[in-house]
């Protein structure tokens, strides 16, 4: 498996539009876009920073994963996006290597990435993206 880079840095937020407020007019980063991902119940927004993206995500329906886990622990902090030239060949290597995934197929993303999560048990607690993007 090829590791290219941190893709981004997603943040659970119970509300997009108050959160943009901060992240652009306190900070002055623009946001490259909001977008739906219906198939993960969930509202995004990406800010470049430098090289990388936080990406903000905002929960469309109460059994989303972004409600559960507002709804758990509060906002902040939800996961950490690595970028792997190969997805498919990336969950086969870590399946073999018995490592506990939340996806065991890549499946679509925001961003036009197709996404896999590894198992935050199998990294110490923290949960895992893996992104492919092709440009």
């Known amino acids: 498996m090829k590791l290219t880079g941190i893709d981004h840095i997603g943040i659970a937020v119970s509300n997009l539009e108050e959160s ?6 306190s900070l002055g980063i623009e946001v490259l876009g909001i977008e739906e991902v219906k198939e993960q119940n969930v509202r ?3 800010l470049p920073v430098g090289a ?3 990406e903000l995500l905002e ?3 109460p059994e989303s994963p972004i409600a559960r886990f507002i709804e758990k622990k509060g906002e902040g902090l939800h996961h950490i996006a690595l970028r792997v030239d190969d997805i498919d060949g990336a969950i086969d290597e870590l399946k073999a290597k018995g490592v506990q995934l939340i996806d065991e197929k890549a499946r679509y993303g925001a961003g036009h990435a197709r996404i896999a999560f590894v198992h935050p048990k199998a ?3 923290v ?3 893996l992104c492919e993007r092709k440009k």
């Open 44 to 46: 995004t927004a990406f």
């Open 59 to 61: 929960a469309t329906a």
């Open 20 to 25: 943009l407020v901060f992240w652009q007019e």
């Open 127 to 129: 949960l895992l993206e």
């Open 52 to 54: 990388v993206e936080i």
């Open 123 to 125: 990294a110490h607690g």
